[in-house]
């Protein structure tokens, strides 16, 4: 099947199972399952299908369009050629961009574009996938992203080293007051006695924010002589140890630092971290070097700073706005070296950054695994392949379960229980998840469900999913055993399907890579999840599924799979019959007519 017209839907990330929790901005990535018609036999699903439908607004076959905002590495914009129809309009203005997008299906940009809320409303439901050819997604607002099922990819990798090498050049020119020598020179000044710097060796740098860039400018400054500390709540020691780092309070780093460099990103907790507090804690006479994002720095308060000559000088490749002012304080500062957000831009991290995101893009456009995804979680391909037949299951029985409810809406309150001998933490749920979300809200809403969207969706919609796990003794070999999902506080338009306990409940099975319905209410039963399926209670006597079959034999209407559940031999028995196709109005009124049939429910797949 054609990638543009594949069917798609996206899958959560990995969470505790405990509720419908929203989605964080974390790595991740998104699947879908194989399509589930008849024309694509769940028989052959091999692998879960991403995102995004390549064809959204495409129509069948079309190629997808992606905007490409900023400057791309001609190797990125080959593979996105090779795949999709690229629009390369550079410095677009919000509005020309919000007029644009409602055509394209993806978006590639780097830090100069902002992908605010009114990019993801203006597309309409077309763009699938943001892809941020760099590493900071600041400039994407990832709520409205997410919101819109929209998958935030980036490149992260690609430019590390440039922004680490950066930051070290940074570093030794505003040390040795590179920039500001050369401009007097080549003013005609020869001011030697002037611009006499300070030396590295020895000194203490504190690096801010120990991840990709900041190790790397911490393993660089260990080879210059200097001493390397490192504040990041969030980084291992032993990682940090094994440079030859040691990890520190945020405070001490302050303390410590001769040289501050700033590494982390910009984020509610992030922004101003360097303030007028923080600068009264530094030694006095201390330098600071960012390569992050001007936002993580209170640049009055900076100004404040290096006019008292607390902090001695300060090399800045990021701004709070960017381009800055022409009157920037910052930016015309006698101790401030300035570059024009340069971190990333090397000829080899370019083109690196340029596939490692039309990879990404291109990827998540066809419904496969997105590795560098952001606003949905990242599950490895192994754990995928294995979970792909149970994710159809959970979204069958998603699908089924609020048929059964009469009215078709008022979900409040969902249980879903997933029945393995695996260990609790040895079963990522988070696209079975998201799989019974879209199963159950897909058939009440005209919403698309996807990995990305699919807990926010819940928790908007005030469904509370609950997630338990039974963990049964033997071989751990498959990851589940069953999946069974009720309904609370709901009345059923078939009232067999009532657990004792009076929540709608189906239960399902994986069976030779085929899901089947194996319960429903307290009845079991055994229907291959595929095309639709009649679900009767009836008086347990001969010949009732005979009576059926020749009724909707005589609509040509074809009988995949039939299963019987009773409870006890000719009292009431629950007949599950898989069809191909849907019976017309007038066959369902015959199946109800016969006597012995006291309730039956027609249920799409
Ligand atoms: N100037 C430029 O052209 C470039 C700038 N960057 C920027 O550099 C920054 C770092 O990039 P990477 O190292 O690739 O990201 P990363 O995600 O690998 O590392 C960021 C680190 O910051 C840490 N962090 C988060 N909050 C913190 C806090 N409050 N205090 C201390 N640490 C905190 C995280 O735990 C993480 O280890 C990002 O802001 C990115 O946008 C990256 C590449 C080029
Ligand atoms: O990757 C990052 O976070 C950067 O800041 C690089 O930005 P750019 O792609 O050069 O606009």
């Keep these: ?32 399952p194989s399509p589930s018609s008849a024309a694509a036999p769940l028989r052959r699903i091999s692998r879960l299908r991403l995102v995004a439908s390549a064809a959204a607004g495409g129509g069948a076959g079309a190629k997808p369009t992606v905007l490409v905002a900023e400057k791309l590495g001609a190797a990125g914009l080959e593979l996105l050629r090779e795949f999709a129809n690229v629009d390369c309009s550079y410095n677009l203005t919000q509005e020309e961009l ?27 439901g077309r763009l699938r996938v943001v892809g941020r050819a760099g590493v900071g997604i600041d400039n994407v607002d990832l709520a409205a992203a997410t919101e819109h099922g929209c998958l935030v990819v980036n490149a992260p990798t690609a430019n590390t080293v440039a922004a680490a090498e950066h930051g070290v050049a940074l570093l030794a020119a505003m040390a040795r007051n590179v920039a500001q020598a050369d401009a007097a020179l080549k003013a005609g000044k020869w001011q030697r006695n002037k611009y006499v710097g300070v ?76 303030n007028d507090e ?15 994002r001007g936002g993580v720095i209170d640049e009055e308060a900076l100004v404040r700073a290096l006019d008292s000559g607390n902090v001695a000088q300060a090399a800045l490749d990021v701004f709070t706005e960017e381009p800055p002012a022409a009157d920037n304080k910052l930016v015309l500062h006698e101790n401030v070296t300035v570059t024009p957000h340069l971190g990333a831009s090397t000829v080899e991290a370019q083109e690196g950054v340029a596939i490692e995101v039309a990879e990404a893009v291109v990827g998540a456009l066809k419904g496969e695994l997105a590795a560098t995804a952001v606003n949905a979680p990242m599950v490895p391909a192994e754990v995928l392949s294995e979970l792909a037949p ?19 809406s008022g979900v409040k309150s969902v249980k879903v229980t997933y029945a393995s001998a695996r260990a609790p933490d040895d079963l990522d749920t988070r696209l079975l998840r998201a799989m019974i979300t879209k199963g159950l809200i897909e058939p009440i809403s005209s919403v698309f469900i996807n990995l990305v969207n699919a807990d926010f969706t819940a928790k908007q919609r005030g469904i509370r999913i609950i997630e338990e796990r039974v963990v049964l003794d033997g071989s751990p070999e498959n990851p589940l055993e069953f999946i069974q999902v009720q309904i609370a506080n709901v009345e059923s338009k078939f009232a067999s399907a009532m657990s ?106």
Excluded at 2 to 28: D, E, I, Y
Excluded at 101 to 117: E, F, M, P
Excluded at 514 to 527: E, R
């Design 390 to 408: 149970f994710v159809v299951l959970a979204e069958k029985l998603g699908k089924l379960a609020v048929q059964l409810v009469s009215g078709g």
């Design 278 to 292: 923080a600068f009264a804690k530094m030694k006095k006479g201390v330098r600071i070097v960012n390569v992050a």
């Design 98 to 124: 919000c007029t644009k997008i409602s055509l394209c299906d993806a978006l590639i940009v780097r830090s100069g574009t902002k992908v605010g809320r009114e990019v993801f409303e203006s597309s309409k």
């Design 500 to 605: 004792e306990t009076g929540e709608i409940s189906v239960e399902g099975r994986v069976k030779d890579g085929i899901p089947h319905l194996t319960k429903v209410g307290s009845f079991q039963v055994d229907v291959s999840l595929e095309g639709s399926l009649i679900l009767c209670r009836q008086v347990d006597q001969p010949g009732m599924i005979g009576t059926v079959g020749s009724i909707l034999g005589e609509q040509n209407v074809n009988v995949s799979f039939m299963s019987v559940g009773r409870i006890a031999p000719r009292k009431h028995a629950v007949m599950a019959i898989g069809v191909d196709e849907q019976p017309n109005a007038e066959t369902l009124k015959k199946i109800g007519q016969i006597p012995a049939i006291e309730e039956f429910v027609f249920l799409k797949l």
């Design 1 to 32: 099947m054609a990638a543009s017209t594949a069917p798609s839907h996206l899958l959560p990330r990995p969470t505790p199972l405990s509720s419908s929790s929203s989605l964080s901005p974390h790595r991740f990535l998104l699947l879908s």
């Design 199 to 274: 030396s590295l060796v020895g000194k203490t740098l504190a690096v801010l924010g120990f991840g990709k860039v900041g190790s790397e400018v911490a393993r660089r400054a260990k080879g210059l002589g200097m001493h390397v500390i490192a504040h990041d709540p969030y980084a291992a020691a032993d990682r940090a140890r094994a440079i030859g780092v040691e990890l520190v309070s945020f405070d001490e780093a302050l303390a410590a630092a001769d040289f501050i460099s700033l590494h982390m990103p910009l984020t509610p907790s992030t922004s101003k971290i360097l």
